[in-house]
């Protein structure tokens, strides 16, 4: 079995800033890509930003300049570095993973169960 587990959301006022983290578990043979969504009730979710393994990232026009993504490979663990937050950043904020399983060797992509990320004055 494999987990994904974010945290770090939360309310912030606007041109503030957040940390959201991203923890894989479980049965890890190897981590490719990683990366953050997000969604708003009513709408498909979007990608925010990818990384690969090597550290090759790449985001949504509407973040850049504002986030940065990256990850701890020794950690399992992808990060969302969110500075100068605007109102319509608000969404609720889903990682994935592409994980090959350890002993059995499948691979799929896996989603964290997402956080709330309130920009608002």
């Known amino acids: 079995q494999v987990q994904l587990g974010e945290s770090g959301g939360g309310l912030v006022q606007p041109g503030g800033s957040l940390r959201l983290s991203c923890a894989a578990s479980g049965r890890i043979f190897s981590i490719n890509a990683m990366g953050w969504y997000r969604q708003v009730p009513g709408t498909q979710r979007e990608l925010v930003a990818g990384?690969?393994?090597?550290?090759?990232?790449n985001y949504a026009n509407s973040v850049k300049d504002r986030f940065t993504i990256s990850r701890d490979n020794a950690k399992n663990t992808v990060y969302l570095q969110m500075n100068s937050l605007k109102p319509e950043d608000t969404a609720t904020y889903y990682c994935?993973?592409?994980?090959?399983?350890?002993?059995?060797?499948?691979?799929?992509?896996?989603w964290g169960q997402g956080t709330q990320v309130t920009v608002s004055s």
């Open positions: 994935n993973a592409d994980i090959k399983q350890f002993l059995t060797g499948l691979t799929g992509r896996y």
């Open positions: 990384i690969t393994r090597p550290g090759s990232a």
